[in-house]
């Protein structure tokens, strides 16, 4: 079911090569695998890794991309079919978590393996409790500026870092 529903997200996407679009493609498919890998483990805490790994390469991507391509608009032609395909879509995998068993319809029932007690859980939540919580934010601080310092030097010379010749 869910190949089928990544193989029809890939032929609404086929039309818009632009490398945000493929972007935006890659991140609807790592959501996807990470909802799977969520689903069939009684820990969330590799998906949510995967996650945060493919999110963190795709805004590294977005930025080389940002910073190497040309300043061009994208024409996006949206049409009602296609408009109408998307959310059928997302409502086509709204409505198949809740038939495949996926935990997150399962707020009331408990498993001993995913307590909140767990050394491994604990030992990966100590970079948001309080001591190291500063560093993490120093961090995620540290990648915002980065970020706007390269939008900021590209809007200002209105072309792209890399010389074209």
């Not at 498919?29 to 945060?52: A, D």
């Not at 296609?82 to 399962?106: C, D, E, Q």
Request: glycine share 0%; proline share 3%.
């Amino acid at each position: 079911m869910m190949i089928i529903i990544l193989f029809i997200l890939y032929m609404l996407m086929v039309n818009y090569l632009h490398p945000i679009f493929i972007l935006i493609l890659i991140v609807i498919y790592s959501m996807i695998i990470c909802f799977m890998m969520s689903s069939q483990s009684f820990n969330y805490i590799y998906s949510i890794m995967l996650f945060l790994i493919m999110i963190s390469g795709m805004l590294i991507m977005f930025l080389y991309f940002t910073s190497l391509i040309s300043n061009n608009q994208t024409k996006l032609i949206m049409n009602i079919p296609l408009i109408f395909s998307f959310f059928l879509n997302i409502i086509i995998i709204f409505f198949s978590l809740k038939y495949f068993n996926y935990p997150i319809y399962k707020y009331n029932e408990v498993l001993p393996s995913t307590m909140l007690n767990s050394a491994m859980f604990n030992n990966i939540s100590y970079i948001y409790s309080y001591p190291y919580s500063n560093i993490t934010m120093i961090c995620i601080f540290y990648l915002l500026l980065t970020l706007f310092t390269i939008i900021k030097i590209c809007s200002f010379k209105s072309t792209t870092l890399r010389k074209l010749n």
